[in-house]
């Protein structure tokens, strides 16, 4: 089952023209993966597949779990991208699919500049909740 994920526009009149020109080869990559900052009571890690956080186009994988720590399905999970300094997310919105058992995957988190950048993983289920927020550098 494939979610589609909210990226945060913030800038909603910059064209995919003017992102375009701001892009990278993706060859620049954070020294290490973050592990952020968790808040709620539903349990969430995130793992950047090899070799992200990089430029360019990143998959996460994404771990679910309820409060006692068991495997959590069916939860609505989202991923926001945001660059404080320019106001912006990214130019696509990230694709999340259930994996079974727990276990989510997202494509399409593409980080197309070099600088500051805020990554939410947020999960929702019955009114519960987890976020994650990992914020990391990327060099240009």
């Known amino acids: 089952r494939s979610f589609l994920l909210r990226a945060a526009s913030g800038l909603a009149a ?47 994988d994404i771990e679910v779990s309820d409060a006692d720590g068991g495997p959590l399905d069916e939860a609505e999970v989202m991923v926001t991208t945001y660059m404080p300094a320019h106001g912006h997310g990214s130019p696509r919105e990230p694709v999340v699919t259930a994996q079974g058992d727990g276990s989510y995957r997202a494509t399409s988190v593409v980080l197309h500049m070099p600088g500051s950048w805020r990554v939410t993983v947020r999960a929702e289920r019955a009114g519960a909740y987890g976020q994650r927020v990992l914020t990391f550098s990327l060099d240009g």
């Open 14 to 60: 910059l064209s995919a023209v003017g992102l375009a020109g701001a892009c990278d080869d993706g060859a620049s990559k954070a020294d290490e993966a973050p592990e952020g900052v968790h808040t709620g009571t539903l349990g969430i890690v995130v793992t950047f597949v090899s070799p992200g956080p990089a430029l360019g186009e990143n998959t996460l």
